[in-house]
């Protein structure tokens, strides 16, 4: 049944070696069940109550132990049970044993049928392969933690690890580099842009990197929540933030290059791209999800190279506009 | 006693409230034990064996249930016991259980007392804060996670935690844009080396951030590591990124401003910056946890300043060397 799952779903992280009982069953029984079989189980955290497969009630060891021994379950359990669907994502079922403190979460079908229970072991696994995933993947490395972390890893296995994220790092940057190169009789006249571009694109990858990583990380904890007011949220942050830097940026371009007005195509440049940002990120990250995509996985350097081309294009298009070039 | 431990050691997060017993403890008594204060403990996971106060031994419920009677403790329990000195890192004793697959793991003084015993609930909230924060701290927000990401914090809120690292960027670019201002004249003969400014800035970083997450990552795993031969690899790896990074810019850097000795300047300045970013990131970030730093709260905007101002210093000093200018 187990083999039936995509990896990453709760379905996938459970065993079939857990206890479950029917509500009529005596605390003795299953006193003496645990004390002959303990072995055989690989989570005894907790007893779990099934009638006719659909799971009713949860009890944990220390319930049991302090329950008369002729009661039945079905006086000792609680009624509402923290569960997860078998083809939840597998982070799902670790955050929700996070959030009730539970040892061991059970696994049910659209039905509420229990399949299976996912042992504590499984959830600090869980926890630690996705957070590992994650952090190299904001590295550009998409390998399995264990091998890239290990101290006897080779040079060269690290750098056939490194090495794809930068040179599509590179074919990124020579893209912007031929752009800018467009723009040759521009930066001619206004050396000052040249000098500024590296900041501008900083920033927007900046406000960019954020918005995404804010926005992926909500997904994993609340997947029920409200797009649009999120969206309704960013909005507002990024037109924030992106006001802020346009004023602290202003008097310090009037001062480097002195007129008011190359000021004035830093600040507008940084205001919009700032904004965009912070929105198209957030946007697109969502997107990928509800395509079944990790956002984390196709970020990176496609992003870079993206929000770069469109930083840029901004730039030079206000600098067009406002410095009456060409 | 837990007070006087500093947050996030180990010390800080043990319970008092675990189960210890002598080893000519019985299972008998030991069973009795559990089912009359079951509910006083708040892990139950293991029972520890303790000879006045000395850690000496553990045993699992499962292995409890399994023994004889009249059985003592000392027959049932495992010697080789894993444990945590109290004023280990927090995550050190995450990293521990997940290791061997604990749910609990006990809490130890330098004489092998037993303090306490952090429980598995605290053991998944280690995990998940230690990794929720990091995720934070690598776009600058330096907050409680809990707060940063709830869907009701508002904007204002969110505005106050993603400005600060926003603005010190604005600060380290305006920084960058003026020295790059200084080179006016380098610049305007040859516009194109203001094009791959952007690439060349951009893949230093890159490398520079790969090398400190790989960096910490591995201090977190593996405190003991031996940092000669850690650098020494990372040489090999940054000698082998730098060239490969080299080789590949070289034909385009050539194809793009036509001339070879254009395509040598980029060429060598990655290189040189490529390799140095590598090494400068990783030794910086072992000096840092030396001196009970935490690397990834100080990296971010200020390590970016400094890495892309030696960046445009050796890009610019090679351009003045190999193309003659001035």
Redesign the interface.
Same mark, same amino acid.
């Given at each position: 049944m187990i083999e039936e799952f995509k990896p990453r779903t709760a379905g996938a992280r459970m065993t079939a070696r857990f206890l479950a009982v029917p509500p009529g069953f005596t605390v003795r029984g299953l006193k003496d069940l645990?004390?002959e079989k @303990?072995?055989e189980f690989e989570t $005894?955290?907790y007893v779990y109550v099934t009638d006719e497969g659909e799971l009713v009630g949860v009890a944990s !060891?220390?319930e049991v132990?302090?329950a008369e021994d002729d009661m039945p379950i079905r006086q000792v359990m609680r009624g509402q049970v923290i569960e997860v669907g078998a083809s939840a994502h597998q982070e799902r079922a670790?955050y929700l044993?996070?959030k009730h403190?539970l040892?061991a979460i059970p696994v049910v079908d659209c039905n509420r049928v229990l399949l299976g229970v996912i042992p504590?072991?499984a959830?600090?696994?869980i926890?630690?392969q996705?957070?590992?995933e994650? @952090?190299?993947k904001?590295?550009? $490395?998409h390998h399995k933690p264990r091998e890239?972390?290990d101290?006897k890893t080779t040079?060269l296995r !690290?750098?056939k690890a490194?090495?794809p994220?930068?040179?599509l790092?590179?074919v990124?940057?020579?893209l912007?580099?031929?752009l800018?190169?467009g723009f040759?009789i521009i930066?001619?006249s206004y050396?000052?842009l040249?000098?500024?571009?590296?900041?501008?694109?900083?920033?927007s990858d900046?406000?960019g990197?954020?918005s995404q990583?804010?926005v992926v990380?909500?997904i994993a904890?609340?997947p029920e929540?409200?797009v649009r007011?999120?969206l309704w949220?960013e909005a507002?942050?990024g037109l924030?933030?992106g006001a802020?830097?346009a004023l602290?940026?202003f008097p310090?371009?009037w001062f480097?290059?002195g007129t008011v007005i190359f000021a004035c195509v830093v600040s507008a440049s940084l205001f919009i791209s700032v904004i965009l940002q912070s929105l198209v990120s957030t946007y697109a990250s969502i997107l990928l999800h509800d395509l079944h995509f990790d956002p984390g996985t196709v970020s990176g350097p496609v992003t870079?190279i993206i929000s770069?081309l469109t930083t840029i294009l901004i730039y030079f298009a206000i600098a067009v506009v406002l410095l009456k070039i060409v």
């Open positions: 645990l004390y @303990a072995g $005894i955290d !060891l220390k132990f302090q670790a044993a996070l403190g040892r504590h072991a959830l600090l696994e926890f630690h996705e957070s590992a994650d @952090a190299l904001a590295i550009g $490395i890239i972390e101290i040079g !690290l750098i490194r090495l994220s930068l040179l790092g590179l990124g940057g020579t912007v580099a031929y800018i190169g040759e930066l001619k050396i000052a040249a000098a500024f571009l590296p900041v501008i694109v900083y920033l900046a406000v990197t954020q990583t804010l990380r909500m904890l609340e929540f409200s007011r999120y949220r507002k942050v924030a933030l802020a830097c602290a940026v310090v371009a480097i290059q870079t770069d």
